[in-house]
């Protein structure tokens, strides 16, 4: 879906939430040459074919989430809005973390994260004020504040989280405003061991995990969101580490 962040105000339940909506938001094998045995005639024997892995350019992706991941039947019971206007996945070669860009949130009640879940989804298909409305939720998989995941919107579609850059990348979304708040322990760590997670799922290098703004020109995830990513995927930090002990237990 192309798209892009821009600021919209959305009525929920009497509530008015100034809200970023996401415009898109939206990489051989070798053999030597060697003599084959002689049979007992003399006569050369034909080596068997050699069968070649074919050449991985992303992995496949799964039908359902990953593993330990509130499914999306926990906050909806809705499918896709628009099902002529999304495209599948096709592999996963990249990861963007974003927040949804509305106020500060920081509820750890289920129930709670939940309804902001579906407020993002709501705001999403219905479009307006020169966005076009998505197929369904912009992300893939959203935190919370109390640090647990949830499935968004279906792995096997391409995303609408960042603008002409959709293609094989999986979206990743922390409730809340990070421009406005920090992200709680939970939220990092579960962020860290999350991410770790899908980069030795689909073979991810950590160069390709990306914030929204470091592809395109956006607030996104929020300045102290960002300040975090740059610090966890630095030399000593966290990301690094759940990368680490995810290696062995991440098939």
């Not at 600021?7 to 008015?16: A, N, Q």
């Not at 799922?201 to 996104?220: D, G």
């Not at 030399?235 to 062995?248: C, F, I, N």
Request: net charge positive; charged share 20%.
């Amino acid at each position: 879906m192309r798209d892009g962040f821009s600021r919209r105000e959305v009525v929920e339940g009497g509530l008015l939430l100034g809200l970023f909506t996401l415009a898109g938001c939206a990489s051989a094998s070798r053999s030597d040459d060697l003599p084959g045995p002689v049979a007992a005639t003399g006569e050369p024997v034909k080596p068997p074919p050699v069968r070649r892995a074919p050449q991985r350019q992303s992995a496949p992706v799964a039908n359902g989430p990953a593993p330990n991941v509130l499914p999306r039947s926990a906050w909806t019971s809705v499918g896709v809005a628009n099902p002529g206007d999304i495209n599948p996945m096709n592999g996963i070669q990249r990861i963007t973390i974003h927040h949804d860009g509305m106020e500060a949130f920081t509820s750890t009640n289920q129930s709670e994260c939940a309804r902001r879940i579906e407020l993002v989804r709501n705001s999403h298909v219905r479009g307006g004020r020169g966005n076009k409305a998505f197929a369904d939720i912009g992300y893939h998989y959203v935190i919370d504040p109390a640090g647990r995941v949830w499935e968004a919107r279906n792995i096997r579609y391409q995303g609408a989280h960042v603008q002409d850059n959709n293609e094989n990348n999986l979206g990743i979304c922390c409730l809340g405003n990070y421009d406005e708040q920090q992200p709680t322990p939970a939220t990092k760590g579960s962020l860290d061991r999350f991410v770790a997670a899908q980069m030795k799922r689909y073979n991810v290098p950590l160069s390709r995990v990306k914030t929204h703004r470091e592809i395109n020109p956006t607030a996104c995830p929020g300045r102290n969101m960002q300040a975090y990513m740059v610090a966890t995927r630095g030399p000593s930090g966290q990301l690094r580490l759940a990368m680490a002990d995810v290696a062995w237990a991440v098939a």
